[in-house]
């Protein structure tokens, strides 16, 4: 088979090598977003990244896919050079340079003599790396679905990676590591190179590397896998009975032992931090503990008599060891309640109110699911979320918020959105703990609470955190200086391979429609992300639901437009744009709340219908091109631009993401529809 359809016989065979291909694609990127950012504690803020360097090597690689046969050699080679960098990078220090401008939690600092790489290097090279790994992937993919009609060929794909979601999430929640994970991806990789038994043994030496520097960088800890983080415990104090949790390498929680520390121990202090803000309060019945982390909170809560508590925890991992291991046993307690969900979707509906809710410390570690610049807690610490809290008090009711406010604008955020959820400022209590410095108490505990000095940091002007501007790290609407100087890297580095890749003929007739479609569909995507986390909780099933939801509206779009059911370009841009006005006119989050038990309705309102319409824009405009495999490496290099543009968010908000989807997708029809009028000239 040299070219053209293939025969009846043959289509079978072809659309399982798409689609094993397409699995393997899809898999990987999801495998490393979670590896890189485990190892190499930084890139946890840089994750989109990986989604970034995927779609650009992919891209390069389809229009290079008349070079497969040598490119193919290179994917175990560079499969080796990116796991074995990722582990070299994970034992020197990655040196992060104070920023006024934003707080990155567990960021460190080199000391004189140690050894370190300077940030921007790191996520440069491992950017770099990670685009070029999926070159391979990508021609391999252009040659297989240049031999298939469009459709068909694009169904396979779409359904190849709807299964590489699938298979990944499955392993999450079973806890399996890079080990599995890489195993996986080798054993599809050896089955698609077995045809060419030369390639299947230069390929089985890398693969044995790569898990050989997996199973090296396990062995140096102590590790579990939960869905969000690499988790190792360690003991943390001598003089007192304790272990400390770190995530990705960096500390999250210690379980403190608070019957250890007694008035002459070093550690009171800890303690004391942990009791004052209930001092202020009368002993409450029932409360809710969002955070609640390994339960040191729980602990207190009990020791102070409460009758009720319910522990909410998104991490199902650190709850349990929190149960298994922490001295004071808070979760054996019959009193304890366990939701394991995200702390926004529990306030939704809570299941009824209280005298008390605690806000543990809920300090950010991660980004929310890896295809947003939103870290995982941020719309916890939202105005919206503090009057959620506010709605789900019992008359004279109080919040207690605890945290590790690393930059004094992070306080002053949290200090002012409290203050407008409950029309009164919140009592500041500041003392180092081990967790925590800020603790603030809203409600019924701050009535009487002496006003903050006229010069206090906490009183400056500054932007609210809400659900649109969600950024309590940020200083204000400005992009850091660390994301300016690696973007500008990132585009950089982008124009030289699809140079590379694409050749001069291609460069002269780029695809802009389609280009303009994929950045577009991107930009759908993470704000597809963003929304149903404020409906669902930011949760990784939900983040993995969306994802599949996405490719599977997909999917159905392009069998629905080869089967010609497919509506009108005009109409779907119509219908596209509608519904994206309406989602920043009517908040899905309100409607939701109005609507009891209608949040996948409001869902497939406001997600599922740009998302299908979009797909049905594509698959009309992409069954109709005469190069249809060089029409989809521009999309998704349009994918690349809407990955790079999704960090407007951090000026402009959520909404602006909606914006640039319409206006991307309105000159696309434009030049789509002015297209059907002129006769081509090529």
Known sequence: MTGGHPAPEDRWNLAVRIAATAWLILFLELALIRFLSAYVRVFAFYTNFVIIAAFLGMGTGMLRRAAVERLRWAFPVLFVVVVGVATWLSTVVIDVRPDHLEWLWGATRAEEGEAHVPLAPAVIVLFALSTALFVPLGALLGAA????????????????????????????????????????????????????????????????????????????????????????????????????????GAIHQVMLDFNAMTESSRMDSVRKAYERPYRLISVPDTVLVVGAGTGNDLAILLALGVKHIDAVEIDRDIASIGRDMHPMRPYDDPRVHVSITDARAFLRSPPHRYDLIVFGTLDSHTLLGGASSVRLDNYVYTTESFRAAHDALRPGGSVVLYHMSGLWFVAARLYQNLAAAFDMPPRVLYEEAYHFNYTFVAGAGAVG??????????????????????????????????????????????????????????????????????????????????????????????????????????????????????????????????????????????????????????????????????????????????????????????????????????????????????????????????ATRVPATR
């Not at 590790?223 to 995530?247: C, G």
Request: aromatic share 10%.
């Open 145 to 248: 679905m240049a031999q298939g009609r469009a459709l068909s060929a694009y169904a396979a794909d779409l359904f190849g990676s709807l299964c590489g979601v699938l298979a990944f999430a499955s392993m999450s929640a079973w806890g399996f590591g890079p080990m599995a994970w890489f195993s996986a991806a080798a054993l599809v990789w050896l089955g698609l190179s077995w045809p060419t038994r030369r390639l299947f043994a230069f390929s089985a030496p890398a693969v044995a590397a790569v898990l050989a520097l997996t199973a090296w960088l396990g062995d140096q800890h102590d590790e579990r896998w939960s869905p969000y983080y690499r988790i190792t415990l360690r003991p943390a104090l001598e003089h007192v009975r304790s272990t400390q949790l770190d995530v990705n």
């Open 449 to 674: 609470a002496p006003q903050l000095a006229t010069d206090s940091p906490l009183g400056m002007q500054l932007k609210l955190s809400t659900d649109n501007w969600p950024f309590p790290y940020l200083r204000g609407r400005r992009l850091p200086a660390h994301y300016t100087i690696v973007l500008a890297a990132v585009l950089v580095l982008g124009l030289a391979f699809v140079a590379a890749g694409a050749g001069r003929a291609a460069l002269r007739h780029p695809n802009w429609p389609l280009f303009l479609v994929g950045a577009g569909f991107l930009l759908l995507e993470t704000k597809g992300i963003t929304t149903l986390s404020l409906l669902f909780g930011s949760t990784w099933t939900v983040n993995a639901a969306v994802i599949a939801a996405i490719l599977g509206v997909a999917l159905l779009a392009t069998i629905l437009t080869a089967r010609g059911h497919a509506p009108p370009t005009h109409v779907g841009i119509v219908v596209l744009a509608l519904s994206l006005m309406a989602s920043m006119i009517v908040r899905p989050a309100d409607l939701a709340s109005t609507i009891t038990g209608m949040r996948w309705v409001v869902a497939a309102l406001y997600v599922g219908i740009p998302v299908l319409f979009a797909s049905f824009i594509f698959s009309k405009s992409y069954a109709a091109e005469r190069d249809p495999t060089g029409a989809l490496a521009f999309n998704i290099l349009g994918a690349v631009a809407g990955g790079v543009l999704e960090y407007s968010s951090m000026s402009f908000g959520i909404d602006v993401l909606n914006w640039l989807a319409l206006c991307a997708y309105g000159l696309a029809a434009r030049m789509m529809l002015r």
